[in-house]
């Protein structure tokens, strides 16, 4: 089983960057596809990006190119890089292990000036 903590959160002016990062429990992590998700006020929850166990991602095209995942597999802990922040960005950031129904508790990220 895993379970997960989401920090890094906050208030950020426009352009700004964050990094999320998210603490992951429990065996087997490295072989997860790790996930970060986020759901904006009256929204549904959405894929921003995911990273493979070997190491290769995908981002949403809303945030290619301005937000990175990486992961650390020793450390049991996933990243998230987000740069040139806008306001559409701001939700709260869920990191996710796919394939296992657990969803922590998220971190906020409010864009705004």
């Known amino acids: 089983q895993v379970q997960l903590v989401e920090s890094g959160g906050g208030l950020v002016q426009p352009g700004g960057s964050l990094r999320l990062s998210c603490a992951a429990s429990g065996t087997f992590f490295s072989t997860y596809r790790m996930s970060w998700y986020r759901q904006a006020p009256g929204k549904e929850r959405e894929l921003v990006a995911y990273?493979?166990?070997?190491?290769?991602?995908y981002y949403a095209d809303s945030v290619k190119g301005r937000f990175t995942i990486s992961r650390d597999n020793a450390k049991k802990m996933i990243y998230l890089q987000m740069n040139t922040l806008k306001h559409e960005d701001t939700a709260v950031y869920y990191c996710k292990a796919e394939g296992v129904d657990y969803w922590g508790k998220g971190t906020l990220v409010t864009v705004s000036s």
């Open positions: 990273i493979r166990s070997g190491g290769s991602t």
